[in-house]
Every structure is written in C-alpha cells, then in structure tokens.
C-alpha cells in the first residue's frame, strides 16, 4: 500500500477517522451540539476527500476495493444524504427528547458501511460493508428506546436482516465452492454458466439483496420498518442503505452478466405492481412511501435488466433522484413532526389542510410527490425517462408495461396526499409551532436541486456519462 | 429568438399574480403575450411555412433540444388561448374569491403549458408541456371546484396521464429505434418524421400517440373524465378545459400522430372516422339527456370533437381545414356557453334545467346571448360552426360517404338539444329569477359572439392561415 492508494481510500478513512473523534467528544462533552458539529463537519470533509480521491481513480485499492468514478459518484451521493439526514435530525431529536449524541455515531458508522459498499470489488468488502450498515441501522432504527413502536420496528429489521445476510452468505459460500474465489472480476473470468449450482448461487444472492432493497416476494418488512422507525431513520434506510445496496447490485451484475434475467424481470414486474397496489390501500404517509419505494426499486430494476451504458447511466440518475425526492418527503415527515407522544406526524389526517396552515412546506412536499410520479418539471420525470429509455433499447416489454401501468397507478395515492393538504384544514387545531428552520433549509434545498436539474439535467448527464463499472 | 418568451411570460406572470393585484397582473401579462404573439407574426418571413422558429441545444449527452417553431396552425391556437385566457380572467371577476392569487398563478401556469403543447417541436420537450399544463388544470378543479371536485380531478388527471405515459413510451421507441437505424439520439420533429420504421413497428407508435391525443380529445370510448371535470370545474376551468385542453389532442393528432406515421395513419383513418362519428352521435344524445347544464354542455363538445376527428382523418385537404375550423369556433362558442352557465349557477345556485325556466323575463341579455351561442353549437349558417362543419361533412364526403352520412345526423341531434336547453332554461313559465349580465359579462360574451360570427361570415384567412401549417394530406 502506497499514497496513491491511500489518496484513493481517503474518504473511506477520513470516515473512520471521524467516527473515533465522535465516539471521544460523545465521552468528553456530554452535550449533543458539538457532538452534532463534528459529526457534520467530518462528513463534509469525507466529502470533500473525494476530489483527491477522483484524482487517482480508477484505481484497485487491495483486492478487496476499487476507487472507480463509479464507486465516488456514490459515495458522494450517500455522504451527502447522511449530511442531510444529520441536519433533519438535529432538531428532531432535540424535540423527541431522546439522548441525541449515539445518534449521529450510528449515522456515521451506516454511511462509513454503505462507503466501503459502493467500492467493494469482493464480496468479503461487501459483506462486511453491508453488516456496518445493519448493525447500525438497528440501533439506529430503535433509537427511540422508551416507544413501542421503534423498537418492534427495530426488532422486525434485526430477524430480518440476519436471515437475508444468511442467504446472501450460503449464496457467496456456493460461488466460492465452485470458482475458488470470491472477487468480483476472477468470478466474472472464470463462471461457468448454466450449471446448476451457479444457478443457485445466483438465486439465493439475488434473494439476499432483494430482502435489503425489498424487492417483492422479500418486501414485507418494510412498511413495518418504515413506519415504526424514527422519520429522519426512515429516510436514511430508504436511501442511504438502498443507493448502496443498488450500486452493488449493478457492479455485481456488469461482473456476473445478465444471466436469469428473466427471474429478475418477474420480480420487477411484481415490484411494480404490488408496491403500487398496495400503496392503494394505506392511510399513513410513512407506509405509502415504503410502498412506493417498493415500486421505485422495481422501476429501478428495469435499467439493471437492459445493462449496458445506457443502463449505468439510467441507474445512477434515478438513485440520484430517488435520493433527492425520498428524502425530502421524509425531510417533510421530519419537520412535521413533534414527537411529544413518541409517534411521527405520518397519519394521512395529519396533512389535511397543510397546505393553508403551512403553505411552504406542502409545496415542498407537493413538488417531492410530483417528482415521485415522475412528472415534470422535476428530477423523477427524467428518471423515468431514462428507466423507460434503457428498458426500450433492451427490448423488455413486459417490464416497459408494467412500469406505464404501475405509473399510473402511482398516480392516484400521490395524488390522494396532495388533495388532502389542500382541502380546508379542519377548525379545531393549534396554531402550528415555529418550523426548525435547519429542517425547512435542507428542504428548500432538497427542492430547489429537484427543480434545477429536473429542467436542466445537462450538468447531471455530462457527470453520468463518465461513469464507467471498474 | 422572442418565441420562448410566448411560454415565459404566462410562467413569470403566474408567480407574479400570486404575489399581488392578480387579476390586473393576469390581464396584462396575457394581452402582452397576445401582442407578442401578434408581433411575431407581423414579423414573420413572407416565405415559407414557418414564422418563427428558436432551436438550442438543451441536454446535448442525450439530443434534447429546446425547439420551438410557429406556423399558421400554431399561431391561430396559440391566439385563441390567450383570448379565451382573458376571457377566463374576466369570467371569473366575481366568481372567485377565495385565494384568489393562487388561482390566477395557476390558470396562468396552465396557459403557458398549452401555449408551450402548441409550440414545441422537441418531441420530448413537447412531452414536457403536455405533463406541465396537467398539474395546474388539476388543481384548479380540486381546489376551486364544485361539489364532486375532487373525483373528477383525479379521474382527469388519470385518464390523461395513463395516455400521456402511452405516448412517451411511443416518443422513446421511436427515437431509439431511429437511433439504432442512423446512430445519431435525437428527438426532433423533423429528424423523427424522416425516421424509417418496419410496418410493424409503425403500427404500434401510432397507436401510442394515437391514444394519448384521443384521450385528451376525447375520442369516444376514452371520454369519462370530460363530463365530469368539465362539470365541476369553475367557470374559468371549464373554458379552458373545453376551449383548450380538448384542443391540444386535436393539435397533436395533426402536427403529429398523422405527419409521423402518414401510411399507418392512412390504414388506420376507418377506425378513427368511426369513432369520431360514435362519438359525435353519443355525446349529442346524451347531450339532450342531462339536466345540468354544464354537463349538457360538456357532452356538446364530444360530439363536436367528434367531427374534427373525422376531419383529420378523412384524408381531405378540405376537411381537414374545416377541422381547424371546428376547433377555434368550438372553442369560442363552448367557452362562451360555459361563462352563461358560470353566470346562471351564479346567480341561481344551480345548474339544475328542472329548477330554471322563464328566464326570459327576469334575464333577457343573458338569455337572447344563450340563445345564439346555442344555435351557433347547433352548427347555424352565418356562425362559425357551420363553416367547420360543413368542411369537414364535404370534405370527408369526397373520401367517406358513409362516414359523412352518418356524421351528418348529428346535426339533426344538436338541433335538438340545443333548442331543448334553450327552452328548458329561458322559456315557459318563470320558475326562478335573478339580476341579468353585468356590463362586464356582455362584454365578454360580445367579444366571443364576434368571433363566431367572424368566422361564420369571412372564413378564408383564418382557413389560409391555418391551411399553410397543414400541409398535405
């Protein structure tokens, strides 16, 4: 290991470096404002160790990782979601009352996890990557220790979790005991398709990661989580520990080639239609979102299907704006929330009338469920454009159709919150408390991206179309 | 150069009527994008089809272009939205009084998404306009609606959007399919109408755009979403719902489903003349069946709708103009029809038929006005509707005797429910009464009555006008 290599792993240490500086200031201070600073400023340096970083990539940092354009344009993505989701949380936590300082150490240790996943070129660096991550998350899910439901949330995510990592491990034991290796580009050389173990192998990996991503059949976990996990919490397993997790899926499969498309096609198509059916049915913004998030990985699933650089650039530009518009919806559920009673703001009825009594932040919301529905001017409509774009050229009608008619779907509960906020608020209901402006300003700012590269997404694609898999 | 401001200005003037005095910033902001649009085509080259054209590259990585070009077609639509923007303005001067900026922003918002349908020539940004007029349009029904606002805005904006994804399905298959053929991603409309298709492959692109245009025309069966949000959208929606939005599927059928598939188009002309005429038939019978006036009137427009479907696809160079025709007379009278029914529900707090009548007496302005735009629905000589009709009735006759036969009945149906509505709610004995138009509503209805009378009596530059953006059948 030379300085170029360590140039490349920069950010990945400068992440561990300032998780050691949170644990000791959580030890020394005792109080959540510095804690929460460094916690911040530390991701912004983690950020900014990116441009050195871009310097010397691509580059294969020991077997077990690569620094490509690939895997920084990710990492910037989650280091900035972790920034943001750090500042919702600020004043979240200082009205919930909870001890704030473990907080933001569990952030940072998830996003430390998701790193190492997007760089990961061996399934040993994923798996260890991706147990950072759900440790993290569980701690991070039940955070709320006194409420019920976090920490049945939290309890859901742990059985599950732990059974998706053993797939996902006798997935990686098979590949192993047929090829003898476990990195990714000596498996991509030396597989020997259509044999049946490999086959397995494939299935139970597939399996592992549909769990994480919740991919129908292996969904039903996350309205449960979304809903009884802390909003901010919500918002950082809907993106962070998903962006990750799809990066590598993509990386997996420009290794592994498009072998049981067809297995995966179906479980798009069922992503898509169940997510969006069963997001019919709720009456809590939190579990709506966990559904259309369901539907989204499918939509996302349709450009990993078609592959190519049409499909890497598709992917990436729909992680980045499902990024955008995840968070800001769950921003909103953040800000709305008081969390005296130790229940987020996340009941449809919560919302009737917002529009009137807080007309700022239900246009903010309005614009992330627009995006959402891909609809323009917005980063979702692009997103869909490229979705339908690489699914086209690769020919996968079916898909192509299920995504026109889970999008139409789609239509009719994103629809249904932005009709409840603008109907007559009802008369009982107090004046509402001064708004966390750190909250409002992320998102503003959350808004603000979703427009400017909704109207003018040609910064966005010049980035994109350097992106290259290894 | 000035075309994209055409767009801009009913966008910027929106946020600017929200901000204070909104009815006065609505009012200037849509007679400066008149003067503009007029401007352009004093200044427009004697030569050629085109008045003005703008052409940038917006997204070079993916051959998006902000293109934007007038022709003949193009400018008469683009007109009659501003005007009957105005006239949407002033109808509702008293009618609305609740967050009465937010209103102004959004119909504005909404005009410049029509304004942008009619004038793209990207095919995606063309898609763009076609999704940004929607939102608005919702919203004004949702929020400023009558009783059963919220089902019929959302059963609008799904019948609509669920066309729309069909045709930017069709939109991307065709771009790469055409860029699979020649190497090169472009979405642009002249680029795209030289592209080479299998026959198969054809068929279903047109199918695509077909069905988005013949949702928004509506072409029956795809017209469940009209009668209701027509009927529950105020006075302003209502006009631009009927006088506008039923006017962008027509455009699109013409500027594109037709010029980009012409072979498949021409195969699939049967099928589309016969639902035209289904559904100039349907929506006159129902028509004499309601007894909300709105709704009556709302199912006047598929059958007048009905005939431009014809018209397109006759194949005839004659009724294709009289098509034209039908579109901007349809969309003075049904607009001007809605601002009567807007000022009856006004002042009678129903739109109920059985609960009006004798109105004669108490209201002889808004009556003898409802009575002309009636008979001008009903298709009279000398008013506009007649001159689109009878093109379209001889022109496709040339073509499809059938077709015009069997369209041709119809007439005798708006007969009869133009003079029932007319009798039901001006005639016999008063049941009701109420103070008649004020100054300003005579005003507005004067200035729709002219047109149609325009029209009815001096057709050929408007039919040269729009004849030069047609091209051949």
Redesign the interface.
Known sequence: MNATDLTALLPLLVMGGTILAVMLATAIFRRPGPVAVLAVLGAVLALAALWPARAVAPRQVTPLLVVDFYAIFFMGLILAASILVLLLAHGYLGRRGDPPEAFHLLVLLATLGAMAVVASDHFAAFFLGLETISIALIGLIAYPRAHGKPLEAGIKYLILAGFSSALLLFGIALVYLRLGTMAFPRIAASRAPGDVGWLAALALIFAGFGFKLSIVPFHMWAPDVYQGAPAPVTGFIAVVSKAALFALLLRWFAATGAEAAAMIQAAAIASMLAGNLLALLQTDVKRILAYSSIAHIGYLLLPLLAGGALGLEAVAYYLGAYSVMTLGAFGIVTVLSAGEDGDDASALECYRGLAWRRPFLAAGFTLML?SLAG???TMG?FA??YA??AG??GRWWPA?AAL?AG??IG??YY??II?VM??PAPALQAPPGPAPWLGMAVIGALAAVLIWLGV???PL??IL?TLRVG | MMLPWLVLTPLIGGALAWLGWPRWVALATLAADLVLALALWAAAPADGRWLAAFNRPWVPALGLRLHFAMDGLSLLLVVLTLVLGILAVAASWSEITERVGFFHAVLLWTLAGIVGVFLALDLLLFFLFWELMLVPMVVLIAVWGHEGRVYAAIKFFLFTQAGGLLMLVAILALAIINRERTGVLTFDYFALAQASLDPGEARWLMLGFFLAFAVKLPAVPFHPWLPDAHTEAPTAGSVILAGLLLKTGAYGLLRFAVPLFPTESHAFAPVAMALGVAGILYGAVLAYAQDDVKRLIAYTSISHLGFVLVGIYAGDRLAREGAVMQMLAHGLGTGGLFIVAGALQERLHTRDLRQMGGLWASMPRLASIGLVLAVASLGLPGLGNFVGEFLVLLGTYRTAPGFAAAAALGLVVAAIYALALVQRAFHGAPHAAAPDLSARHLAILAATMAGLVWFGLHPQPVIDLAASGLGAP
Request: positive net charge.
């Open positions: 627009l609809l323009p001017p409509f869909k454009f339908l774009a086209i050229s192509v026109v999008s139409a239509l009719v629809l249904r009709v603008v109907q003018d997404p040609a694609v010049g179309h």
